[in-house]
């Protein structure tokens, strides 16, 4: 009895993209040359601005505990944000700051899920979101948009869903690991559902907002008539290149906020003192190092969305934001390269990385088994090799 774990660890599976990382990593350690597209990282440094805030904050000793919610300065920084960019209204007690937006999501879910409880979440998913419902003792609930829908659900399919042990929605736009943006006009559509469902929280991951190549984000905050019952998690990783400087935060209602920092208090307390000084300097400052981002970002997409359409047998659609693209690729599925049968995406993935030395990442992880993952976070000359073996590859399966 002594050597086993909790019954409450038994329920969750590993990350798959981290297995697949780890999978790269040790083919490197033995000398191959792997073009990793498996993770969803920025490759651009943190801004310079924004290390100089941070090595500003170790000269002045902001080096001791934090409040649990985040020093006041950056929750007014983000009050300020919410307003210059989102157009929606925030005091400092309704934001929460937590180390990266990931804990974000598993705060707001373990504050207000219950055993039994019920979370709808749409598919293709962030492979954390089902894990984390289960952890708090929730029942996934999956709803299919496949590559014909832009892999975006529709207000019908959301209604199928909505039962009354429903506790919660979880929307990611723009998207991981498809890309896909809701428009203002989409988003009017889901709304108008959940209207008629009062006891709904929606979990907004908005952590790519800036990674957008189809105009203005929309959040479900700005319809003022449900925004009590949003949530909008976001933070500094991705538009600012800061995945290891681990700031996340929620916008949500005080009642949410409050639970979120019980939590949060017991567990790990506030977040890195110095960080979230870097991340003020971030939310405050110019902004110009995240359009010049975004900008190479679309670049990308665009190369990759060319060289992929240029691959028999794969069915890709034009990504709206994120740096993720996700085709489809059951095509190859029962076909063969000698002894090596491709029976799934993740045979696919495993096959991509062991013969053709490309780390991506198959869709079973996502709830999307017939596509897998590729980030295009990476240079424009990695980007050309990794589809040029990509395509060498897939061609011996027969």
Known sequence: MGAQLSERLNRLSPSATLAMSQRSSELKAQGIDIINMSVGEPDFDTPDHIKDA????????WSRYSPVPGYPALRQAIVDKLKRENGVDYTPAQILCSNGAKQSVCNTIMAVVNDGDEVIIPAPYWVSYPQMVLLAGGNPVFVEAGIEQNFKITPEQLEAAITPRTRALILCSPSNPTGAVYSRKELEGLKDVLLRHENVIIIADEIYEHINYVGEHASMAQFPEIKDRVVIINGVSKAYAMTGWRIGFIA???????????????????????????????????????????????????????????????????????????????????????????????????????????????????????????????????????????????????
């Not at 941070?54 to 000793?61: H, I, K, S, T």
């Not at 949060?264 to 110095?274: A, D, E, I, L, R």
Request: contains cysteine; negative net charge.
């Open 252 to 398: 949500a209602p005080e009642w949410i906020v409050k639970g979120c920092n019980k939590l949060q208090g017991q567990y790990t307390s506030g977040p890195c003192s110095v960080s979230q000084k870097a991340a003020e300097a971030a939310f405050a400052g110019c902004q110009d190092c995240v359009e010049e981002m975004r900008l190479a970002f679309e670049r990308r997409k665009n190369l990759i969305v060319k060289l992929v359409k240029e691959i028999p047998g794969l069915e890709v659609n034009e990504p709206e934001g994120a740096f993720y693209i996700f085709p489809k690729c059951s095509s190859f599925f029962g076909k063969r390269d000698g002894d090596r049968l491709i029976n799934s995406s993740s045979d696919l993935a495993m096959y991509l990385l062991e013969v053709g030395h490309v780390a991506t990442v198959g869709g079973d992880a996502f709830g999307a088994p017939e596509c897998f993952r590729m980030s295009y976070a990476t240079s424009d000359e990695n980007i050309v090799e990794a589809l040029r073996r990509i395509k060498e590859t897939l061609a011996r399966l027969k």
């Open 54 to 61: 941070a090595v500003q904050a170790v000269c002045d000793n």
